[in-house]
């Protein structure tokens, strides 16, 4: 059984020029201990969709539907109340992207890392010792919790972000770009110390990113995402070694590696308005095949394609979006 199942999430925002479709109608999988990246372009949802499973989201949302099970339970229906006191951050953790900056610079680490526990009934000296021991966690010193953020490197910063996160033992834990800003150094460190907290912990990670190489550091499954849809679903392995979706196959043929000589492309064009996105495939506009394959047209830009499930290497379902497979 799967810790946390999404079946058709959708989350709109309502804005002065129409409904933004952020995330619309998107399904997966995690199971516990596993990580599931979260690959696309920047306004593909990928943040979105993380705000909709821990349900910090923007007052201006006019959808917020679909169904989210954590541990057997449907958590997106029940009341604010409710999961404030017995998911966030208790089961649902979130690292949120440029997550450096989410420090008060004037209140205390050690204060901040503990208001949520203290907003759930946790008494200040049991918060405050589960806040120490989450820092020596990440290998940070227990008094770190009477310093300010100034007094923090940026390496030191994020890891200080990841304990707040932990500090609860949750089953899962969001990853909204959590190396960006960092040097290339501090940023390995940090990957090493989320594989650390993995098998330490038992945790489930949900690494969004728009870096394919470094999903593949921490990477299980991986879920590519494409104007608020997911496009391809798969095993690590599948996804890297058998890119299927035409989008999926673009950004791998971006990224150079090591050991082989490879001539880079990029995909022309850009990610489409989530409030008047194509019909049909959303990915269409940019297609190589749809332009160069005449069975596709009325086709593609017509209608919207299902899942469809193809051979695995991985041992876990294969699913791409697209009328080549059909």
Known sequence: MALLEVRNARLYYATTKGVVKAVDGISFELYEGE???????SGSGKTTLGKLLTRVWERNVSVADGEIYLEGKEILHITEEEFRREIR????????QASMNALNPVIKIGDQMIEPLLMQ?????DALKMAMDALESVGLPRDLVNRYPHQLSGG??????????IMAHPKV?????????????TQANIMNLLKKLKW????????VTHDLSLASELADSVAIMYAGKLVEIGGAEDIYGNPSHPYTQGLISSVPTLRVDKNLSFIPGEVPSLINPP?????????????????????????EPPMMELGSKAGRKH??????YK
């Open 279 to 303: 019909a049909g495939c959303r990915f269409h506009p940019r297609c190589p095949f749809y332009r160069d394959r005449d069975y596709l047209k009325g086709l593609c830009d017509a209608k």
């Open 319 to 324: 699913l791409v979006a697209c009328w080549l």
């Open 89 to 96: 951050w208790r089961k649902i953790a979130m690292v949120p």
């Open 121 to 125: 009934g946790t008494s200040r000296d």
């Open 156 to 165: 030191m910063k994020q890891r200080v972000i990841i304990a707040m996160s």
């Open 35 to 41: 990580t599931l990246a979260v690959v696309g372009e």
């Open 173 to 185: 834990v969001i990853l909204d770009e959590p190396t960006s800003a960092l040097d290339v150094i």
């Open 200 to 207: 330490e912990f038992k945790l489930s990670y949900i690494f």
